[in-house]
């Protein structure tokens, strides 16, 4: 979800604050919502996984920021107790530099925003504005919003690993569904660091692989991400590919596999023995996910989002990436960009770069140079 | 996590002691149900495995040949110096006069060791239709006179038994567990005060459906499909046994086990005595029990009642 957009230009920070600008800061950073010198995400329940991600997000914006913003990232969930979340802050305190420490804060409230419990030394006034914020996000999920720049830079890389040539604006546009404002800063972001070829019929392409903005964009792209994980209390889980095996007579909606047994399907070196997990793609609206299925696959799994080393990730995306999905033999698979994310969740970057090594490869050997 | 003591027999020591006692030509008639039977087939002679089982349950079958077998096996062990277990409540045999009602279970005790004792058993008549009534038949030796008891769904575990080496068979893990899910429609106020699970009283259902929990463990340890094939080996059982009430009793087969999960103070008493017994040799928590009760609700017990 991006509400505030924060400008390379700064044109959103205040004078002071531009002085703290610079080559490094992250260009496609955003939180829900801002109030004076304060940055505020929300995070959804039930467990911390989501709020992990945009404390991180949010120590890397307030170290481009001035020492007196801070940042507040309220959990709207009563399932955590605020033991729990302070334990949380403080793991995170302990791992990050102190000066951006300190500036950290969290706060929980239950779903609608109400009862927003803050930490003792902060402005209670905060409450109201955690309200609103909590209130303001739940509504931006259910209308399902459109693309992000994010979606702009997969939708690039797609189709240039595919090696399609190059593609209007607009079409970029309407296949990502989102604005043209939207489509437009991601382009211009792109053309500034050089990779982008834009041709005289308002249609661009990749000069080639975007290297530098890749691992910003996977980092950003998982921290957005919402993935519902199961553990198995008893050892006893069906093993990866055969709870993939199992799908299409679990469910009739269409699930991709994805992760280390879709990135087989289209990286057949893939230098993995077995598969950790089970990594799986449903596409769907915000806040309707029927994971029901997954007791069809192993009625013993339990969801913890927070586990560590889940037996079963079903990443959730949105409604329209289910373009992506592609059937194999009765089966959907999730397309290789996808299943290199989930890779890449997982921790295993070698693999994971040795295929979209391959992908470049591939692709650089079968295209007309441009540009 | 307890091991086991260097005096303890294995599963596979203990059966063959038994089998090796009964005449051979009884050995045919002769089922092994409960813990030993589980013990055998999960454990086999794994020395890290050895039962803590007292009660070695040995079930006459076919019914009309279970008071004749269990007299000669009776008279037979008492001859190699047997003797009738005699300890706490349970009593003397009786004579002529003696109701049935009050006749001793044939329990006798292997000379020179303490750890386990045989107790006899009949398999249901072809007329029970697995109704949950004890029935009673007078075995009449030369020591006196004792009763041979069976159970309703006893039963189940005549359904195509495994074969030891030895000549004895013994029941199969889906089949128990099968006939301790229909025997606890609920969870019944009937306890255990013996004392093998500590010195407080144990609810009988829980610790029948504790053990169905372990049988379904122990056998998803062996194979992750496990639950599946469970499921219709019962559908096999029931229509073959009960072919009037099988879908009946598949209907109410999971019942007790939905009881017991709604209740943590059950479902943890039904652990215990899984660490107590089975799965003794293994650190298996309430979570891992949890997980193994869905699995069999979904892939065993639903697909019956569907």
Redesign the interface.
Known sequence: MSLTIHQPDGSKSSKRQSTYQSALKPNVRWVDSQWGTWLMEIASGPGLRDMQGKLMNLAVLLDHEPPDVQALCTIASEKVTQERLQNELAQMRQVIRPDLAMRLHVARSDKSGENVLLEPSLPSALKEVVTKAVRKAANARRRSPGGTQLDVFAYLIRSWLADKGPILVKDIQKAVGASHPTVAAGLEQLKKQGVLHRLSDRSVELKGFPRDEWPRWLLATSQARKIARYVDPSRHARAPHEMAARLSKATKQNVAISGVVGALQHFPDLDITSAPRLDLCIATEPGREDLAFVRKLDAGLVRDDDAPYPVLAVHLLPLRLDKQFVEIDGSFFADPLECMVALYDMKLYEPANEMLEDLIRRQEKSAKPVG | MPRPDNNELTPAQVMEQVARAIPEACRSNVIIIGSLAAGYHFFGNDQSKAIRTKDVDAMFSPHAMATGAAREVTETLLAADWTVRREGEFGEPGDANTPDDQLPLVRLKPPHQAQWFLELMSAPGADSDGELIKKLDRVETQAGHFALCSFGFLGLAEHVPLTTEWGVRYARPEMMALANLLHHPTIGTAIISGGFFGPTPVKRANKDLGRVLALA?LS??QD??AMEKWSEAWRDALTTRYPQRAADLMARIGLGLLDLMGSRDDFNEAVRTCSLGLLRSMD??P??????A??L???AIEPLTQ
Not at chain 2, 287 to 292: G, H, N, Q, R, V
């Open positions: 463990y998803l340890e992750r499909d298996i928590g979570d891992a029990l949890e997980a193994t869905r699995r609700l979904a892939e």
